[in-house]
Structures are given as C-alpha cells and as structure tokens.
C-alpha cells in the first residue's frame, strides 16, 4: 500500500477478530516505531508489546478509553522519559507510524488512553522515569469499514498559503 493511501484510508479500529498476528508483521510495526525520527535523535521512548490475552484484558480494564484493548490480537504500551522535552511529540511520531505499517498490512489499531496511566506502567513492569502516554490496541478488524470515507473539514478551511487567512486552494 501507498503511504498516501493508508493515510488516506486509515480509521480508527475498535473491535477486532479473534486472529492472531504473525510475528512477522509484529515485529514490522515495531520497528516501524523504532525507524521514526525523534528531536536530536533523542528517541525518549520504549515499547512494551503484550500479546498475552489475561494481560490484554488487564490492559482494557485499565485504560477507561479503550476496552477494547482485551480484545485485540496485541497492544503496545507506549512509554517516555519523563525528562525528555520532546517526549509526547516524538512518542507520537512513533505511534502514528505503527498505525499506519499496521493498516497497510490489513491491521487496525487505535490511539487509547493519554499521559500518566501509572496502573498500566505497574501492571507491565515499567519505572516511575518513564509515563506512559499511550497503549496502542492491534488486530485484523472484524469488519470492513469503507476505505476513505471520513468526516474531515475542507482543506480550505484549515490550510492558509503564507499568512493565517490566506486560504490554500
């Protein structure tokens, strides 16, 4: 799949089948986060990957966002060093490129709970330097959305050429 493609296309996954993930493309989607450009090459992040399913069900009890997590095929738990002035920005640099090598491989995935969930970094083993900012649900989706169908506003209206007000056409 073409980058502009999954962009285009990506949505947000919340339910998905009982089927596993191959190791293989686990392991893409991971060093897909890993590859992502950070500020200074500081890359102030870590990645738990769960897979297993009475921790995944932990994980959707904890993340009051996300549910659905206990049913994914696996999550990422997604950590930064709470030092790191970059953190969040390059943390979500990493999750978006993760999302999108997973939805071009037929996976979905949804951006679920945000800073500071501390019930989550005790469950998995994660110190008190890092926050976890985010755990990332992964699974085929158990229908077919309509690719590209989504509810955004017009270019014009949020794209200025130059100066803010200037629109884009």
Do not use: C
Not at 29 to 50: C, D, K, Y
Not at 62 to 80: D, E, R, T, W
């Amino acid at each position: 799949m073409e980058v502009y493609e999954a962009v285009h296309t990506v949505l947000a996954v919340r339910e998905f089948q009982s089927k596993p993930v191959p190791d293989s493309v686990v392991r893409r989607i991971i060093e897909s986060a890993r590859l992502t450009g950070s500020s200074m090459n500081g890359q102030p992040w870590h990645f738990v990957v769960v897979q297993n399913r009475d921790t995944l069900v932990k994980l959707g009890s904890l993340v009051s966002s996300g549910p659905y997590n206990g049913q994914a095929a696996f999550a990422v738990a997604v950590a930064i060093n709470k030092s790191s002035v970059f953190g969040i920005s390059d943390a979500s640099r990493a999750i978006q490129s993760m999302v999108l090598t997973a939805w071009s491989e037929g996976i979905g995935s949804n951006w679920t709970g945000w800073v500071g969930m501390t019930k989550v970094a005790s469950l998995l083993g994660i110190p008190e330097s890092l926050d976890v900012i985010a755990v990332v649900p992964f699974g085929y989706p158990t229908r077919v959305h309509t690719m590209g169908k989504k509810r955004r506003k017009n270019l014009s209206e949020i794209a200025h050429r130059e100066r803010f007000g200037q629109r884009f056409s």
